[in-house]
């Protein structure tokens, strides 16, 4: 990466703080492939469509670029070099698609972009958006619901064998920065972090999957997780997401207690995934997003999106609320 991209990279947070109170992410990728007719009953979840039709990805992210999201995280969180092995396709070949994440959602960026210049939305105060290369946990390629348990029960140098060559793709093919998202413990956070400095002129942001208010999945403090990693200058921002929304509030009061980092928080709509058959119940609370985010700015969360089942018209609530 350049210098021209380090400071595109850090500064792509700091750049929009800097003139928004509040940042914008997306929402659920998977949730909106189904509804445009993917199949994601698989092993690769939504990187299947990276193989199948990658166009309704670029489609995807358009419609949240539309809402008003600031940011893309790419269709990377479950490509992995293991999972397309077990599909017959070899290394180099995985990380073309998983460098093709990041065209994807550029390109869908800056479709949107242009057709807003010379419009009557241009005139609305907006940020360029930014595109965020998603590096998911390694329960992710278990396709168990291990994300939301975090023991593995795998060594520090499995676990950086298996996050180190896809991170390198995504900062190779031009991610703005880097998304440590969903990551349930305490040790593979300590490997991403320990992992990004190979790679000096890059930063991540690290969202954690919740136990409760107070812990992550495996079980350690939430505010152990934030003092260990607030000090970390290649962290841009520290957070949660794919938990419940009842419980953002509380963890928010943690983070900015424990840490000087911004504080990013992108929650799930508050249904119940079932690992094994890979289905979700309960009832949604999604719709009250907008309404439950003056809450969670007043605790002090800075960048704000949504996770699993949220859909453009939520972030687009939240879009025209901050940007009003």
């Not at 595109?131 to 593995?152: I, K, Q, R, T």
Request: proline share 5%; aromatic share 8%; glycine share 8%.
């Amino acid at each position: 990466m350049t210098q021209s991209q380090k400071s595109n990279s850090i500064d792509a947070i700091q750049r929009i703080l800097s003139k928004y109170p509040v940042m914008i992410l997306d929402g659920a990728l998977a949730t909106e492939l189904e509804q445009h007719g993917c199949d994601l009953d698989d092993p690769l979840w939504s990187a299947r469509v990276l193989l199948e039709n990658p166009d309704i990805i670029v489609n995807v992210h358009a419609d949240y670029f539309r809402a008003g999201a600031d940011c893309a995280i790419t269709s990377s969180y479950q490509a992995t070099i293991e999972g397309f092995r077990k599909r017959g396709i070899g290394e180099e070949a995985a990380l073309d698609l998983i460098r093709k994440t990041v065209k994807l959602a550029a390109k869908a960026r800056d479709d949107v972009w242009s057709e807003l210049q010379g419009s009557e939305a241009a005139a609305i105060r907006r940020p360029k958006p930014i595109v965020a290369g998603s590096v998911g946990p390694y329960g992710a390629y278990l396709a168990d619901g291990s994300e939301y348990v975090g023991h593995y029960d795998v060594s520090d140098e499995t676990l950086a064998a298996f996050h180190r060559p896809r991170m390198a793709a995504l900062i190779e093919a031009g991610a703005d920065i880097l998304a440590f998202e969903t990551i349930p413990s305490l040790q593979e956070a300590r490997v991403l972090v320990e992992l990004l400095k190979e790679f000096p002129e890059a930063y991540a942001w690290l969202s954690f999957s919740l136990k409760d208010g107070t812990s992550i999945s495996e079980g350690t403090p939430l505010e152990v997780c934030a003092q260990t990693f607030g000090s970390e200058p290649q962290i841009a921002a520290i957070g949660l997401n794919c938990a419940p929304m009842d419980v953002v509030t509380e963890a928010i009061g943690i983070l900015r207690q424990a840490s000087d980092k911004p504080v990013i928080v992108y929650p799930n709509s508050g249904e119940i995934y079932d690992a094994e058959t890979k289905t979700w119940s309960g009832q949604g609370s999604c719709g009250s997003m907008k309404d439950a985010s003056e809450q969670w700015v007043a605790a002090g969360a800075q960048i704000i999106g949504g996770c699993c089942r949220t859909t453009p018209h939520q972030i687009g609530e939240l879009a025209k609320k901050w940007r009003s």
